[in-house]
């Protein structure tokens, strides 16, 4: 039997090549439904739309689904990031978005990005631009991908510090980053 993150990255898979699906667990079920794929939780009803007959997949998902943050997990490995705010009905859109190459997509509370910034700060002081971390920040509606070279927390506020602004969000804010992959043959050495 499929484990909820297998069935929920089945669901995506086939979902981003437009194909139909019918997949089912004791808590999940897929199903596609005239030219939708939907996701059902028994518990919550439908937790992650998309549509076929739209120009590029994108996904809609239930912003209070006890399932979101797996459901966010695989989509970032997909390269769907969140994009905008809640919609009238309670989703989130996610859409596609290609990371750069060596770099792994997170779409997180930014308290996530804190902790990975704590272990990857003792790289980033006293070199010059740091590229092991990047954030998603729109600038003249555009997105364009930043290095962060500091990051402060203070009473529950994440001040990002990039080479061209300082962003503040509270720590369970949703952020879109990367981290760099590291590279295999690097740690073995």
């Not at 909820?4 to 979902?15: A, G, Y």
């Not at 943050?69 to 989509?75: F, G, R, T």
């Not at 272990?119 to 600038?139: A, D, N």
């Not at 509270?170 to 295999?184: A, Y």
Request: aromatic share 10%; proline share 2%; with cysteine.
């Amino acid at each position: 039997m499929l484990t909820n993150l297998d069935l929920i990255r089945e669901f995506i898979k086939l979902s981003i090549q437009r194909k139909e699906v019918l997949l089912a667990n004791q808590i999940l079920k897929a199903e596609t439904v005239y030219s939708s794929n939907n996701l059902a939780a028994k518990a919550e009803g439908t937790i992650v739309t998309t549509k076929f007959d739209d120009a590029s997949t994108s996904f809609l998902i239930k912003a209070n689904s006890t399932h979101w943050e797996l459901i966010n997990q695989v989509l970032a490995e997909y390269n769907f990031i969140l994009t905008g705010n809640i919609d009238h009905r309670g989703f989130y859109q996610y859409q596609y978005c290609q990371a750069p190459e060596g770099y792994q997509m997170h779409c997180s509370k930014a308290v996530v990005l804190w902790r990975s910034w704590w272990k990857h700060r003792k790289y980033v002081l006293g070199r010059g631009i740091p590229l092991e971390l990047l954030i998603r920040i729109r600038h003249a509606k555009r997105h364009t991908w930043y290095p962060i070279k500091d990051l402060i927390i203070s009473d529950g506020v994440l001040y990002i510090k990039t080479l061209g602004s300082e962003i503040a969000v509270h720590s369970d804010d949703l952020i879109t980053w990367l981290s760099k992959v590291e590279d295999p043959s690097q740690t073995q050495a």
